[in-house]
């Protein structure tokens, strides 16, 4: 098969599909590679529930197995009839993409038709044409940027190829190279390192160092060029191996040639040591926030903080923590976006060494983290691993602000690698799951060589938000650090598998993030977010508890009747609301409208409208602690929702007429069917 090509058709066993053995012997379609390739597999149209996989070929034309236990390098197997995808990351060599039934979900009838439609694309052009693949050499394993599956046979040497496996789930990343496509300049954004001190020296960090236009006219702090170590009082920063990993995850040079990627290529790297050996007297963080501040930092990361035994509530009354308090209020005021590590309790060891339930922010607190719940420039980061779990180690909670990689190097495969010399032998040795970045050069020699290697925890997912919130403030300067938050949050993944464990279960995502903010023209494009015709709704997600919006409501009224509209909250895009033991309830369900309609549902600075006609009025309104809201109108005692199947009537009473604005039709049955006979209209003005 030719690189490049399209296959489009249809694949038909042999046999019907009464058995898996037809199938088991992997009937499907074979490929050579003689490079490296980007594969895209997908499968549509399904009569029933069929599988997806991709399977190394040994030098037989075997499917690769060890000990008849087949290595499928990859495999999609949603329910159903769902369609099925793969993108993997090959190796050269032979491979063979092929088809299973799920019997034990098929057991209706024989299938005497097993037409299906599939796809194989071999390096897109479509992708490459809309993603930006660096030359690192090292990108290929950072999966937190570009998760290709990181098949450990991409390392491996040896004749047999072994372990062709993915060890990470492909796609699980946060879609670094389409967003580089957007952007990847972040160079007119300070981004300031309050960790321990970055390696000046490195060569994928020194380009991007921050240089001090003032740094010999300051008394205070004489020849800080790059920035300050707060320990000793010096200009001076030593390598530290976590600052450096932090700042390269952050913002190492990009397409450089060498080593990894940072997640903004050139943002300006301001180095704030707060660890280096000396005496601390527990300030110094605290001074180098002021420091970041006053110097023109819009971006700060904080890869550090301790866990208490104590609420967010109570923490308040510490005497160090009015000083940190104060140097937060500074940053809001100042309009500097806060990237905060949570922290790495929340697993069984933190029960035991530190406390029970040491990581949930629900109920204790980790500072100086739990200012996300204060302030709304401030995200609290919780790490999630290659597979969208939460790393299980990290602190967690419906308080946290989101989530993003932070790796999980308790996993590991091993792998081959070529041994020294040119015998053309292999060595054993171990992958792990963590976060690929820099290190100090002469202190660290890993698989990657001298000054790389992997590390874990909310200090590796931190810096992945605050290198987002760089290039979001880069692609726009009226972009505000509350916005830039709301706009992380917009437009983050939902995971299913973090919803437990981080506000409304949002994981970084790069891409549709800094769309947002490359076509920013202001807070009301937060609120379009999943709206549409067939889902009238304005999306709140993206508020945290520190969080609100300010607005303005229009609403006209063309109707003989007097219609009574207003909002009330729903748990996502489709109206279900929760009734008052906590069950979810969807529109069409029994007691759906009482539930919607309680008094503690309803958004009362937007409901209870009543106007004469051919009037409108405009208010001002503030929104907060809401996910969706959804619109309602009392017609002559009758209440009409925007969902058909909550009416009694089965027609739905809400049309969007345009961003944020809806339109009601107040008559049973549809009447002319206008939507004129209430228009509500909602801007939002301000995040803070």
Do not use: C
């Not at 390098?73 to 090959?90: C, K, M, R, V, Y």
């Not at 010096?234 to 990894?260: C, E, L, Q, R, W």
């Amino acid at each position: 098969m030719a690189l490049n090509k399209i296959i489009n058709g249809t694949y038909q066993p042999k046999k019907d599909f009464e058995t898996d053995v037809e199938l088991s012997s992997l009937n499907g379609h074979d490929f050579t590679l003689t490079a490296k390739k980007n594969i895209f597999f997908t499968l549509s149209e399904l009569q029933r529930d069929l599988d997806l996989y991709v399977v190394n070929l040994d030098k037989s034309g075997a499917p690769l197995a060890v000990d008849g236990i087949l290595y499928n390098a990859g495999a999609s197997s949603n329910p159903g009839t769902e369609d099925e995808s793969i993108f993997l990351q090959l190796k050269p060599g032979s491979w063979r993409v092929y088809v299973r039934e799920n019997l034990g979900t098929n057991l209706e009838k024989p299938l005497k038709d097993g037409n299906f439609n599939y796809k194989l694309e071999i390096d897109s052009q479509s992708f490459l044409e809309n993603a930006v693949l660096t030359d690192d050499p090292f990108l290929d394993y950072q999966w937190h940027l570009f998760n290709t599956g990181l098949l450990n046979s991409n390392l491996v040497t040896d004749v047999e190829g072994r372990f062709a496996q993915s060890i990470t789930t492909p796609n699980i990343d946060i879609l670094a190279p389409e967003a580089w496509k957007l952007r990847t300049d972040g160079s007119d954004v300070i981004l300031a390192i309050i960790d321990g001190g970055v390696d000046l020296t490195h060569p994928d960090l020194k380009e991007n160092l921050w240089v001090n236009p003032l740094a010999n006219q300051d008394d205070q702090y004489k020849n800080d060029i790059h920035g300050w170590d707060f320990v000793n009082d010096s200009p001076n920063i030593i390598p530290d191996d976590h600052g450096t990993h932090v700042a390269g995850i952050a913002a190492a040079k990009g397409n450089n040639g060498i080593g990894v990627a940072g997640v903004a290529w050139n943002a300006k790297i301001m180095s704030l040591d707060v660890f280096a050996p000396g005496k601390k007297d527990g300030r110094e963080i605290i001074d180098a926030m002021h420091y970041a501040i006053d110097h023109g930092a819009k971006v700060i990361n904080m890869s550090l903080g301790g866990n208490r035994k104590i609420s967010a509530s109570d923490i308040k009354r510490l005497d160090l923590e009015s000083e940190y308090r104060a140097a937060f209020q500074k940053a809001y005021d100042k309009d500097v976006f806060i990237a905060v590590a949570a922290g790495n309790e929340g697993d069984r060891r933190g029960d035991l060494n530190r406390f029970e339930q040491a990581g949930n922010m629900d109920v204790y607190s980790s500072s100086p983290a739990y200012f996300n719940q204060e302030f709304s420039n401030v995200a609290s980061v919780v790490s999630s691993d290659s597979s969208a779990n939460r790393s299980p180690y990290s602190n967690y909670g419906m308080t946290t602000s989101i989530a993003a990689p932070g790796g999980d190097i308790s996993k590991s495969e091993a792998i081959y690698v070529p041994k020294a010399g040119d015998s053309g032998e292999t060595i054993e040795a171990s992958l792990n799951y963590g976060i690929l970045s820099t290190f100090p050069v002469g202190k660290v020699d890993s698989l990657f060589g001298d000054g790389y290697g992997m590390n874990q925890g909310t200090s590796m997912s931190a810096p992945v938000i605050s290198g987002m919130a760089t290039l979001i403030r880069s692609a726009n300067s009226s972009i505000t650090a509350p916005e830039t938050l709301a706009i992380l949050r917009a437009g983050a993944t939902v995971e299913s598998t973090l919803k437990s464990y981080v506000s409304g279960g949002k994981s970084a995502n790069l891409y549709d993030s800094l769309l947002l903010a490359e076509n920013w023209t202001g807070p009301s494009d937060l609120l379009k977010v999943n709206q549409s015709a067939e889902t009238p709704i304005i999306n709140l997600s993206f508020l945290t508890g520190a969080m609100k919006v300010k607005g303005e409501v229009t609403v006209s009224r063309n109707a003989a009747f007097d219609p009574i509209t207003g909002f009330y909250q729903a748990i996502n895009e489709y109206g279900h609301v929760y009734d008052s033991l906590g069950n979810v309830l969807k529109p069409g369900d029994e007691n759906y409208s009482a539930s919607a309609l309680a008094e503690s549902n309803i958004v009362s600075s937007i409901s209870n409208v009543s106007l004469e006609d051919g009037k409108s009025i405009d208010s001002e309104v503030v929104l907060e602690d809401s996910a969706f809201i959804a619109p309602f109108s009392v017609v002559n005692g009758e209440t009409w929702f925007a969902f058909a199947d909550a009416n009694t009537d089965g027609f739905a009473h809400f049309k969007m007429l345009g961003d944020n604005t809806f339109g009601l039709e107040d008559i049973r049955g549809g009447g002319d069917q206008d939507f004129d006979d209430h228009i509500i209209s909602f801007k939002a003005t301000e995040i803070i």
